[in-house]
């Protein structure tokens, strides 16, 4: 079954605008981190936020938010007033509290800034 | 710098040729592993280390090995690549789970063609 479930392929946004990424995740553990990873056209992975399953507040990090809703197993990824810049992949990712700690990802969403 | 180097950074080979990514980083880093990333499916886990000596196959361990003899370096090695091991291959390492949080550290990725 997949961890991680990124429904959006594609998305357009005007420069300015915010927008939301989705993400949806399956796990058992209690325990868990989530993700968010931004991938430039160059291809390094960039760390943008982390929301821990213990944390009882929404992780933000400047222009950043993640909207964490536990009991729906969803981590959406806002990003406020969208820059040319961010023009990229987004991956979602999970951190289980077991086993070999690997990071389980999904498929990706690419986010096209218009100006 | 703290950092996760990876070498080659792009390559082109031929199929059967054996050939060798490096990976070393200089955190003193327990945890080490290999992703590889595919258009659709995000980044898979190859193989993991948990320290020196100690390694497990991840997801999609076929036709790949690794070798951790120093804590620093974890090499992916293709014996005899074939065109469908075509991909950007992560390294990634952290200290172990319960102190890693969110701190987990990308090499820039390595483009591999195999023709």
């Known amino acids: 079954a997949q961890k991680i479930t990124q429904t959006q392929p594609g998305m357009f946004v005007q420069e300015k605008e915010a927008v939301t990424l989705d993400c949806t995740y399956d796990t058992s553990d209690q325990s868990y981190g989530l993700f968010w990873y931004k991938q430039p056209s160059s291809g390094e992975m960039i760390f943008l936020i982390y929301q821990g399953s213990y944390d009882e507040q929404n992780a933000t990090e400047g222009r950043y938010s993640l909207n964490f809703q536990k009991a729906r197993k969803s981590a959406n990824l806002v990003i406020s007033a969208s820059q040319l810049g961010d023009s990229a992949m987004y991956f979602c990712?999970?951190?289980?509290?077991?086993?070999?700690?690997?990071?389980?990802f999904g498929a990706g969403t690419t986010v096209t800034v218009r100006a | 710098e703290a950092q996760v180097t990876q070498n080659p950074r792009y390559l082109i080979t031929v199929t059967g040729k054996k050939l060798t990514v490096t990976c070393s980083q200089n955190m003193n880093h327990e945890y080490m592993s290999w992703y590889r990333q595919d258009p659709g499916l995000g980044l898979r886990q190859i193989y993991y280390s948990m320290n020196v000596e100690v390694t497990d196959k991840g997801d999609v361990p076929e036709g790949y090995k690794v070798s951790r003899k120093e804590k620093r370096n974890f090499p992916l090695i293709l014996e005899s690549p074939s065109p469908n091991q075509t991909s950007l291959y992560f390294c990634?390492?952290?200290?172990?789970?319960?102190?890693?949080?969110?701190?987990?550290?990308f090499g820039e990725g390595s483009w591999l063609t195999v023709v």
């Open positions: 990712a999970m951190r289980e509290g077991h086993g070999d700690y690997k990071l389980s």
């Open positions: 990634a390492s952290s200290f172990s789970a319960r102190q890693a949080g969110n701190t987990i550290y």
